[in-house]
């Protein structure tokens, strides 16, 4: 079975704070993405990675980075948290896709709290 | 664009009803469509799938069945327990791409 592992389960920051939200998956997948969820909005893609040292930007990434030294590891930074990042954070990965689309498998999350 | 639709929610059923979530979505391409759920406190994990048009994705009891003439992916169950409470995400894959609904909160009591 995939495991795509999330550090951390709950965290509580304070503003202006730098937080690393680290993500680890074993299954040897080159696509790695981080997105938040929010109630009524659904999950939103942040950023997103196909290979390592390769990052691309979803659809919010402002106020985050990313970093991929590694194939197996994608983190996530807030460079200066703020209250509206309070949110719940998931980390995915898939194998490189063709026709068919293969799925994206999930770890179980972050619940941030920014203070 | 891409996007999908699903209806909102919340739902709530007694035991034993009929299930139906619909989702309906806008591609360009040919994608994959799929269903997530996610049980309280975790993350989302891979219901079901189907990667062309009528095609049937199943599993635990729930179906699926990818209909290009209307672009839709409906969820349904013949009889729901209590332990299916979740959200239910419709979500749609193109390219290295994916794109997902809102999320249907889902409550069954005995």
């Known amino acids: 079975d995939v495991k795509v592992t999330q550090s951390s389960r709950y965290l509580v920051k304070r503003t202006g704070e730098k937080v690393f939200l680290e993500c680890v998956q074993d299954?040897?997948?080159?696509?790695m993405f981080w997105y938040r969820q929010d109630p009524g909005l659904g999950l939103r893609l942040i950023y997103f990675?196909?290979?390592?040292?390769?990052?691309e930007k979803g659809d919010i990434p402002e106020g985050y980075s990313v970093s991929r030294e590694k194939k197996e590891r994608f983190s996530l930074i807030l460079e200066s948290a703020s209250t509206n990042q309070t949110s719940m954070y998931l980390c995915?990965?898939?194998?490189?896709?063709?026709?068919?689309?293969?799925?994206?498998?999930f770890g179980n999350g972050t619940r941030l709290t920014v203070t | 664009g891409n996007s999908v639709t699903q209806m909102e929610g919340p739902v709530t059923l007694s035991e034993e009803a009929f299930l139906t979530i619909n989702c309906t979505y806008t591609?360009?391409?040919?994608?994959?469509l799929f269903w997530y759920v996610q049980y309280p406190g975790e993350g989302l994990q891979l219901l079901l799938k189907a990667t062309k048009a009528d095609d049937k994705g199943s599993n635990k009891g729930f179906e699926a069945t990818y209909r290009k003439e209307t672009t839709s992916f409906h969820l349904e169950k013949g009889s729901v327990q209590v332990s299916d409470s979740a959200v239910y995400f419709c979500?749609?894959?193109?390219?290295?791409?994916?794109?997902f609904g809102t999320g249907t909160s889902l409550t069954v009591i005995p």
């Open positions: 990675s196909y290979d390592v040292k390769m990052k």
């Open positions: 299954m040897d997948h080159e696509n």
């Open positions: 591609a360009t391409g040919y994608p994959s």
């Open positions: 979500a749609l894959g193109t390219g290295n791409q994916f794109y």
């Open positions: 995915a990965s898939s194998f490189q896709t063709g026709t068919p689309i293969v799925p994206l498998h």
